[in-house]
């Protein structure tokens, strides 16, 4: 919410206000990215939990294709779908 100026304080300029609000948006989406992800790896844990899922850090395996992850996306759509609800 964009508050009125104060009396006797300069106002921000709108390209200094915009920066700020980027940097909060930037930051938000961030912290839901991890959120989201620490939940699904605690699901994945749950049904697994011999797992050692600290090489998905580092993203998919080099010997998986851009088209067999494709396919995988596709696969998880459904179940996406149910889990976000």
Known sequence: MV????EGVEPRPLVEILKGVLEKFTNYVKKTAESISKQLLAMVKSFYPQANLAPMAEGITEDCSDEQFQQ????MAPIAQEVAG
């Open 3 to 6: 508050e009125p100026p104060e």
């Open 72 to 75: 995988y996306l596709e696969e």
